[in-house]
């Protein structure tokens, strides 16, 4: 596991986001470059003053864009140079209470868009930022100001934002077709076509509806979709009849990604009554892919070991774990498909993961 905390002494007052530089070559005023270092950690000088990080020797932050807060001694590393799924936090308040939330909700939101933008105008060439929550669009207004303002000055990123997709109105569609969000993507779950079973598993009265409407918003808007299902037990069944929903209604989408449970936040503690294992019954989710494939629905599999998967559907498992939250058993480093794989999330139980596994 990649740790994106890591301590640090700061002589700033407030926090700042910085670009870390290993030398002076390029520098843009909100650059810090690296003054002395060993492999413990280094000494950064930039325009808001000194920064000392920890535990990380500094050759491994060569272009990160951190968010140095000297009061709680540390950095967040926002972007790392190095990888290909960045993930910004905006919030941690939501509107759902999801059985399955891998990242339960808080009731105080700190807001840090300005910072959060700051970090995006620094990003790496070409990267694709993502935006989750808590539910972003809860601050609809700053979040689309921030991806509006930062895309007009890099034409290079785009960003992919996690979201439930029911804040969306009638006057949000004219915004949301302007060029600039065709470098914006939605992801967003919907978990059965009964509308009782989806506000059941989100938590919310009424969530299907609003979703639908959000949807038929995004759909006039030409926005680009991707659904996101995770399996359950409680929903596990219905997956064909989704498949169908998603075919007919939302054909607009530019993909479902039907995902597997992560063992961690709520799910852990329920997870005998919300896993399903797919690898001994994979019936319904091969009747949902093949429903949707046939009709041009792109759909794929995100968190499936591609050894429990059938080989049929395996191409359609694709390493969706991001680099920092990713393992494998050790029996994988005899597997030819490991580059291919998922793995496991860093806190998936390593004796289940080692059973489970089955090198290819
Ligand atoms: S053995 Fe490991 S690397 Fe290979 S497919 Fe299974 S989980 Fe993935």
């Not at 005023?29 to 808001?48: K, T």
């Not at 598993?201 to 918003?217: H, I, N, P, R, T």
């Not at 995902?259 to 690898?279: I, T, Y």
Request: overall charge negative; some cysteine; hydrophobic content about 40%.
């Amino acid at each position: 596991m990649i740790e994106l905390i890591r301590p640090a002494t700061a002589d700033a007052e407030r926090p700042y986001v910085t670009r870390l530089r290993s030398t002076a070559s390029s520098f843009d005023p909100h650059d810090a470059v690296l003054v002395d270092g060993d492999a413990e950690g280094g000494l950064f000088s930039g325009a808001f003053g000194i920064v000392a990080i920890e535990g990380i020797p500094p050759g491994q932050l060569e272009g990160e864009v951190v968010l140095v807060d000297p009061a709680r001694r540390r950095i967040e590393r926002l972007l790392r140079a190095e990888s290909t799924t960045n993930t910004l936090l905006v919030t941690e308040r939501c509107d759902q209470l999801c059985v399955m939330c891998s990242q339960p909700p808080k009731k105080t939101h700190i807001d840090r868009f300005d910072l959060l933008e700051r970090a995006c105008l620094l990003a790496p060439e070409g990267m694709l930022i993502g935006i989750s929550g808590g539910e972003p669009t809860l601050y609809k207004e700053r979040l689309l100001t921030l991806m509006e303002r930062t895309l007009s000055i890099r034409a290079d990123l785009s960003f992919h934002v996690l979201t439930n997709g029911q804040h969306f109105t009638a006057a949000d569609i004219q915004r949301l077709g302007a060029p600039d969000y065709r470098r914006v993507s939605w992801g967003i779950p919907l978990y059965s076509t009964e509308p009782a079973l989806h506000d059941l598993l989100v938590g919310k009265d009424g969530a299907f509806a609003q979703l639908e409407e959000g949807l038929s918003y995004l759909a006039i808007a030409g926005a680009r979709i991707e659904l996101r299902t995770v399996v359950m037990n409680d929903n596990v069944g219905g997956l064909p009849a989704l498949a169908g929903y998603v075919s007919s209604r939302l054909r607009f989408v530019e993909a479902w990604s039907i995902m597997q449970l992560e063992h961690v936040g709520f799910a852990k503690n329920r997870w005998p009554a919300l896993f399903f294992d797919h690898s001994g019954r994979f019936g319904p989710i091969a009747e949902a892919l093949d429903r949707a494939l046939l009709h041009g629905v792109r759909a794929q599999l995100f968190n499936f070991p591609r050894c429990t998967v059938p080989a049929a559907y395996r191409s359609l498992a694709i390493a969706s774990i991001s680099d920092w939250k990713r393992k494998f058993a050790p029996a994988c480093s005899d597997c030819r498909e490991q580059t291919k794989c998922s793995g496991f999330f860093e806190w998936h139980p390593d004796e289940e993961a080692r059973v489970t596994v089955r090198p290819l």
